[in-house]
Each structure stands twice: as C-alpha cells, then as structure tokens.
C-alpha cells in the first residue's frame, strides 16, 4: 500500500467501523422499541383481555353446572317412575319440567328422547340428530355440547348439550337421553363485556367450530382460516391481516371448563391494531426520528474524532513498515499523550527488542551448535583414517598367526566402522549397543580380570533411531573413574528399553561413585572438550540441541557403592 492513501485507508476503515456500530445501535434502539411493543402488548393483554376472558369462562362453567342441576332436578328416581307409570306420557313430561323450574333466561327448553317418544317441552325446538343421541349414548362425560343450531322457525340459535338419563337404581343402563337449549344470545351477550364496540369475540372448540359468537351468523359455522387462530394450552395472542387491517387477536383456553367436562373450549377475541396501540405507534415514530438525528450526529462526531486519530496511527503504520530487522532497535516517542496508542507503541517497542533478543540468542546457538558439530566431525576425521589402517594391520596379524592382536585390531575396527556409519548423524538402537559391545571388547584385552559386563537390550527399542555415540564417552568414563582404582573386580550394566514415548538407556557400575555437583553439566571452556572423547558435557548438550530440554544426562551417584547414569532420548522410528 502506498504512503500516501495510509490516511484515507485508515479514515474510511475507522469510520466504516463507527458506521458499522452506529447503525447497530440505531437496530438496537428500533429492536428495542418493538420489544418494548410486544412486552406492552403482552401485559395489556394479561391485564384486560386475558381477565375478562377468564371470567368468561367462570360464567359459562356457571350454565353448564346449571345444566346439571337442572337436570337432576328433572330426573329423580321417582319422576322416571312417575314418567315410566303414566298414561299420558306428554303431560306428565310437561309437569315434570314445570316442577323443575328451569330458568327460561337460560334456556329455551328440554327435549328428551325416552322409549321411543320424543317429549319436548317446546315444538319450536329443533329435533335431536340421531348422530346427536348417538354421541350422548357413547359418551362417558357428564354432560356433551353437541352443536349450535337454529330454530325450527330460524329466529333463534341454540346451543345443543345432551346428556344420557341414568336411572339411580340401574346405573348401568341408561334409560334416555335429554337436550338442554342454552340461548346463544345469552352466551353472546356474555362475551360481548370482553371488547369494545371496535372488536368482536368468539367462542370455538379445538376443531375450530364456532360455538357462539357477537357475529351471529358466524355461529354454528366452522372458521374459514383457522391458521390464523392457533390452539396452544395457554393464553397467546396473535397479529395478522383481516381484510387489509392489521387485527390483535387474543386466544384464551377455558382451562375450567376443559377439565370438568372435557370440552376444550377456546374464548376468541378480535380488536384492532390500530385502535388499541394508536398511542404506542406514536411513541415508535417519535424513536425513529430521535435514532435518525442521533445516527447523523454520530457520523459527525466520528469523523472528527478520527481525524484526531489517524494521525499518530499513521506515524506508528511508518515505524512497524520502516522497520529493518537487521539492525539494533532504536525508539522514538510519537505520542505524547498517554492513551492507546501510546500503549500499543509501547507494546510494539517491546515486542521488537524481545525479537531482536531472541534473533541473537538464535544466532549464537547456531554458532554454538556449528561448532559442536565441527568437534564431532574432528573427531571423526581421525578415526576414519584409524580405521583404513587397521583394517591393514589385522590383515598382517592373520597372516603372521597372532590372533590376540587380530581380535583387538578387528575389534577397533568394527568399533570405528559404526561411529562413522558413512558419515550419518544417527544410527538405530541395536547399532548403538554393538557398536559399545566392541568398545567393550577392546577395553577387556586392555583390562583383562579387571571388569566384567551385562547387556539387556529389550526387543521392542532396537529398531529406534538415536544420536551416534552417546554411550562411550559414559562407559569410558566408568572403567577410567570408577572402576580401574578398584583392588576387587569390577561389573558394567548397559540397559536400553523403551519407556513410553521415550528410548532411556542405563549405565550402572558398582565403582568407587563420588558426589555429583550441581555444575555438573554447566559449561566450562577448557574442558568442555577434550582429546580422546566427548565428555559429559558434551554428550548432555548433543541431546538437549537435538532432542529439546525435556532430555539429556541423570547422574545418580554414591560414593563407594558406584554410579547409575540414565540417558533420555525421544523415541524415533
């Protein structure tokens, strides 16, 4: 990116970034002011409808329990003894409904199907559905709405309930079955107190059958869109478009009357959107525009505030572009203020000297480890031309039959062979192992009775790579220091096993020991190295280089009981 659109560059990202917030905010506030809508909505109608709605039900449960009493007030054992003896089945009826007293506010009258006759306590009534009887003969409720039908004449509608007669003494057996009228303009009137002139309310079952309604021709009637009044268990409210108008409509479930008598009746209440939030649509336009004049103002403000900004972050832009890896850091104050970006200057500066550090660090390991691996290959480099020569020394011991000095000559040479393994970093386990088993060999012509040796080797770590020559230089060390000032002989063990993600080998003698410093492995310059081996020291540092910290030597050593040196290496096939 070129210098010179930095500054736009940055602007127009800052204030696409503040835009972005802004516009968020000014989403928040319009949420807001719609949740606030809905939390309205909701608690006027938990307040008003929703309570109306419920006394509703308490007063429709009020007829239906009427009904009952009623009813048993009709059928006692003796008036259907009375019914079943008379001559004149008609007017015995007739006087058994007047000896009743039915409330004629409520109902329009009482037709009862029994033996056969049809007694009606009024011809206008509509005649009971055969499917109706049939309902009321098959129904284990107390009481069953049937349906709302017209009069014989149309003038009037009713709502059918039924109820099968069962005789106390045979309640088996059900002797008839009776039809209370209920006035639909009574239950309309009754739901007509829940909304204003504005709205209407309805009452439907769960099949969205219209049971009563204000709308009177509705009654009776199945809903023409019933998706747009779902049945849920509780109290709910919806808002959809009737006829181009927004309309709140409030669904209450007549929990009392569902349970008593199994009905599952739903009150429905239907008011205008606008009628019943005018106020709250004004307060929403009000927030609109104060969201509007806020999001200008914020614009404004935003850009001012960035143009104060930018520049210090164009200042810091140059410094982190200008910076040149190569060269010691040197800083310079840019801000003046103590702010963020002065604190993310800081951070920077920081973070440049600490990367600085560790490029220098980096830098001297790498020299450190190159001269590690000069030594190595220097002390390669002899025994590789060792090793042509004694190849041709064994040859002539053969030949003039001297076989002690063919043994040792071919010994050293097999040692060799392997430590320079065609110049290889790494050779395997088992290498590893043989390659100290002619060490060994070597040192047994050198120190005959002095010594003996155990291998274990387990099967399953052989196959495992490992940095070359890590064991002479402690095996070395344990016939030199620890064993040949013995007056006794002495005893080696060399074990190598795998331990989980790791290859550990051990070096145990039962030498003079002595007690191991805590410089132990610290470096010291003029014996880090030394002629004719590596040194402890090395060893560590060979494995710690390759290997990570995690690995390395563990000295374990008590004076005159012996030593144990463990060597951990990671497990690489």
Same mark, same amino acid.
């Given at each position: ?22 516009? /968020?905010? /000014? ?33 429709? $449960?009020?007829? !239906? ?19 079943? $003896? ?8 007739? +006087? ?13 009258? !009482? ?7 049809? #007694? ?64 639909? /303009? ?20 769960? =099949? ?59 009150? !429905? ?10 106020? #709250? ?45 190569? #060269? ?95 110049? $290889? ?6 290498? =590893? ?76 003698? $039962?030498?003079?020991?002595? +007690? ?36 390395? #030597? ?16 990671? /497990?690489?096939?």
């Amino acid at each position: 990116m070129k210098k010179t659109n930095l500054k736009r560059t940055i602007l127009w990202r800052y204030i696409t970034i503040v835009f972005t917030v802004l516009i /968020a905010d /000014a989403l928040v506030i319009l949420g807001g002011s719609f949740l606030a809508s809905s939390i309205l909505t909701d608690e006027y109608l938990k307040t008003s409808i929703y309570v109306q709605q419920e006394q509703v039900g308490s007063s429709l $449960d009020q007829i !239906v329990y009427e009904t009952l009493a009623t009813y048993a007030r009709i059928f006692t054992t003796d008036n259907l003894d009375e019914l079943s $003896d008379s001559s004149d089945i008609d007017a015995s009826y007739d +006087e058994l409904i007047s000896q009743a007293h039915i409330n004629t506010m409520i109902y329009a009258g !009482v037709v009862t199907e029994y033996q056969g006759y049809e #007694l009606s306590s009024d011809e206008n009534l509509p005649t009971p559905l055969a499917v109706d009887q049939e309902r009321v003969i098959n129904s284990e409720n107390w009481i069953n709405y049937l349906r709302t039908s017209p009069s014989q004449n149309g003038e009037e509608l009713y709502l059918i309930f039924g109820k099968k007669v069962i005789n106390p003494l045979q309640p088996d057996v059900p002797v008839a079955t009776t039809f209370f009228y209920v006035h639909h /303009a009574l239950v309309a009137d009754i739901i007509t107190n829940i909304t204003a002139s504005t709205g209407f309310s309805f009452l439907m079952d769960s =099949e969205h059958y219209i049971i009563a309604s204000q709308q009177q021709d509705s009654a009776g009637t199945y809903l023409y869109s019933p998706n747009d009044y779902p049945i849920k268990n509780d109290a709910h409210h919806e808002i959809i478009q009737i006829d181009g108008k927004r309309e709140v409509i409030a669904i209450t479930p007549l929990s009392e009357i569902t349970s008593s008598y199994g009905f599952n009746w739903h009150l !429905v209440s239907v008011q205008p959107y606008q009628v019943l939030f005018s106020e #709250l649509q004004s307060m929403q336009t009000l927030i609109f525009i104060t969201a509007f004049i806020v999001l200008l103002f914020s614009v404004g403000l935003s850009i001012i505030m960035t143009r104060r900004l930018v520049s210090p972050i164009k200042k810091l832009s140059q410094k982190i572009t200008g910076y040149d890896p190569s #060269l010691p850091p040197s800083f310079t104050a840019i801000t003046v203020e103590d702010d963020e970006i002065a604190q993310l200057e800081r951070s920077y500066d920081e973070m440049i000297t600490r990367i600085y550090s560790l490029m220098e660090k980096n830098r001297e390991d790498a020299e450190y480890q190159r001269k590690l691996e000069l030594d190595s290959l220097q002390e390669q480099i002899n025994p590789h031309f060792l090793y042509n020569t004694l190849d041709t020394i064994a040859w002539m011991a053969k030949i003039k039959k001297e076989p002690d000095i063919e043994k040792l000559v071919l010994a050293l040479a097999k040692f060799f062979r392997i430590s320079l393994h065609r110049g $290889d970093k790494f050779i395997t386990v088992e290498e =590893e192992v043989e390659l100290i088993q002619h060490f060994m060999a070597i040192e047994l012509i050198r120190f005959p009775d002095k010594f003996s040796v155990t291998y274990n080797l387990s099967e399953e770590v052989k196959p495992y790579k490992t940095l070359k020559i890590l064991l002479q230089p402690i095996v070395e060390n344990s016939i030199k220091h620890g064993i040949s000032s013995l007056e006794r002989m002495g005893h080696i063990e060399i074990n190598a096993y795998l331990d989980k993600k790791d290859v550990v080998y051990e070096i145990i003698d $039962d030498g003079i020991g002595f +007690e191991p410093k805590e410089d132990l492995f610290k470096r010291k310059e003029k014996t880090a190295l030394h002629k004719g081996g590596y040194g402890l020291y090395n060893v560590n540092e060979r494995i710690k280089l390759e290997y990570g910290n995690g690995y390395g #030597l563990k000295v374990k050593s008590t004076v005159g009981k012996g030593t144990k040196i463990t060597i951990r290496i990671a /497990a690489r096939l």
